[in-house]
């Protein structure tokens, strides 16, 4: 298993511009989301997705999209980008065992600078 | 609305002790699922341990265990033996019946030799 890829690592936009980040996970999760963390700061949820077809807003989905047409993929899609976008984004997928629990996998991350 | 509070920005801790790190957290959900994670200082975020507000048990993974008292609404993760590669910051969260999710502000934990 690749568990949680993301791309790009790295990503300087210009004020205004749009782009996607990728974020693809191979073991069949049903939970996905994005989170963005700012310097000295927690993660904060953008947007999740309990399954394909299905997504809602985290605490800052503003200026941010996403889809989830398959299990495997979630992208993040900026559509204008801001200066207050300038942050780390961290993609994960999670699944609820039959013993109760939980288990979470976290992608690198995509460090965001907006011009 | 959903909250979380992590009290210790600091914690300093002598390796192979335990060391306990505070969490409070508050909601209205009836249901719940409680989370630690670890990020060193390559920035990269390890899921540790998870808690679901109907468990009896507190929650144990390896060196890692939660401290689960629901009354309490706090759930504080304890490190037994720490290790020097424990030196990170440690973020508590909870996940509320949406599937909506809050993060705490995080601990510094430095273990000294």
């Known amino acids: 298993n690749a568990g949680v890829t993301q791309t790009p690592k790295f990503q300087v936009l210009k004020t205004g511009q749009s782009m996607t980040l990728q974020c693809a996970q191979d073991?069949?999760?049903?939970?996905m989301s994005w989170y963005r963390q700012d310097p000295g700061m927690g993660l904060r949820l953008i947007h999740y997705s309990v399954g394909a077809g299905i997504t809602d807003q985290g605490e800052v989905p503003n200026g941010y999209n996403v889809s989830r047409s398959t299990t495997e993929d979630f992208p993040l899609r900026l559509l204008s980008a801001a200066p207050s976008q300038t942050s780390v984004y961290f993609c994960a997928s999670s699944y609820s065992g039959d013993w109760g629990g939980e288990t979470q996998y976290f992608g690198p991350g995509t460090r965001l600078l907006v011009l | 609305a959903q909250k979380i509070t992590q009290t210790q920005p600091g914690m300093f801790v002598q390796e192979k002790e335990a060391v306990t790190l505070d969490c409070t957290y508050d909601t209205s959900d009836p249901s719940y699922g409680l989370f630690w994670y670890k990020q060193p200082s390559s920035g990269e975020m390890i899921f540790l341990i998870y808690?679901?507000?109907?468990?009896?048990q507190n929650a144990t993974e390896g060196r890692y265990s939660l401290n689960f008292q629901k009354a309490r609404k706090s759930a504080n993760l304890v490190i037994s033996a720490s290790q020097l590669g424990d030196s990170a910051m440690y973020f508590c969260a909870m996940r509320g019946e949406t599937g909506d999710m809050r993060f705490g502000a995080g601990t510094r934990l430095t273990v000294k030799p």
């Open positions: 808690q679901g507000s109907y468990d009896q």
């Open positions: 073991m069949n999760h049903e939970y």
